[in-house]
């Protein structure tokens, strides 16, 4: 029985469609509906009941539906453990960063990560927006400040110096502000996300 199969089953069970499942792994339903067949012949069971409205889980198929997610999370564990003992590095890695920590510093970064880690596929996602762990596929998350939620852990890894600029022409019109307080009465080119202005 093919670990990919079991899978689809699940998923199959999951999302309670044939159609459904298959277009989420990216299969045709055809191929979808003989993986289907393929197990439950092996099972010699119906794991669905099916009708032209609607698909459920047979008797059968409610009580091997929790053994086959334990069985194929102990997989996913041994695989990961002898990955971990190997040092192999693969799967799929999921990061974020916001726009300008993504581009001018993280991009030449990942460049070297991957050409280490040949096996490895990579998604970055560059974005200024606060990321929900929970919402959306995000491994791992750059971003400058503290973290708005408790539950997440986080770690600094490096300073980000605030710097204020301007242009001799617009000093030599306005003036040059002697203390940081004096910027109030400035005109300045500010920083907002989410109706939110970030101030210096």
């Given at each position: ?9 699940l ?16 299969l ?19 794991l ?37 003992d ?7 890695l ?11 510093l ?29 919402r959306?596929?995000?491994d791992?998350a ?29 000093l ?12 109030v ?5 500010l ?10």
């Amino acid at each position: 029985m093919l670990v990919e199969d079991l899978q689809l089953i699940l998923k199959v069970a999951e999302l309670k469609s044939i159609t459904a499942a298959a277009e989420h792994l990216d299969l045709r339903v055809a191929t979808a509906s003989a993986a289907i067949k393929r197990v439950e012949k092996s099972l010699g069971v119906e794991l669905f009941t099916r009708t032209t409205r609607s698909l459920r889980l047979s008797n059968a198929g409610e009580r091997y539906i929790p053994e086959c997610q334990q069985a194929l999370a102990l997989l996913s564990t041994a695989k990961k453990n002898v990955k971990n003992d190997l040092g192999i590095i693969d799967d799929e890695l999921k990061l974020s960063a916001s726009s300008d920590l993504g581009r001018n510093l993280v991009l030449p970064w990942l460049d070297e990560f991957m050409e280490e880690h040949k096996d490895l596929s990579l998604k970055l996602h560059i974005s200024d927006s606060n990321i929900d762990f929970f919402r959306d596929a995000v491994d791992v998350a750059l971003r400058y400040g503290n973290p708005s939620n408790s539950n997440f852990y986080g770690f600094k890894i490096c300073d980000v110096p605030k710097v204020v600029c301007a242009c001799p022409s617009y000093l030599k019109k306005f003036g040059t502000p002697e203390h940081p307080s004096e910027l109030v009465s400035h005109n300045a080119l500010l920083y907002q996300l989410h109706d939110i202005t970030f101030n210096i």
